[in-house]
């Protein structure tokens, strides 16, 4: 029959144990170490999306600041002319008809000459 020795090499055991647990201490060290390099970088990560977004948001409320100017002047401009236009279709409604062979009156040339000129001034001011 076979018999087992009975000493065991317990320092060589312990020794093994000892470096398995120095082993598995340090890889958690180092997980951990790791896991709040990655926290870190998430937050640097946030924090510039969020200075963007805000960047962003800034540059949305000008934008819209602007609209909103730009369309009140431009209800101004179009009440002013539709009041132009207005009393420019009265004057072309109460005008007398003249004959095709007639010239037009130094009063009508300016008018003509003076709308050619605004609707060039507004097609220069686009």
């Not at 977004?53 to 009140?72: C, E, F, M, P, Y």
């Amino acid at each position: 029959m076979l018999t087992l020795p009975l000493a065991l090499p317990w320092r060589a055991i312990g020794a093994a144990l000892l470096a398995a647990g120095i082993f598995a201490a340090g890889w958690a060290a180092n997980g951990w170490r790791k896991d709040a390099e990655i926290e870190r970088l998430k937050m640097a990560s946030a924090q510039a999306d969020l200075a963007s977004a805000n960047q962003a948001l800034s540059d949305l409320r000008a934008a819209g600041a602007t609209i909103r100017a730009k369309a009140d002047e431009f209800a101004g401009i179009q009440t002013t002319l539709g009041a132009k236009l207005d009393a420019i279709r009265k004057d072309l409604k109460n005008a007398p008809k003249l004959p095709a062979d007639c010239r037009p009156d130094a009063g009508r040339v300016r008018l003509m000459s003076d709308a050619v000129d605004a609707a060039k001034q507004a097609a220069t001011a686009r």
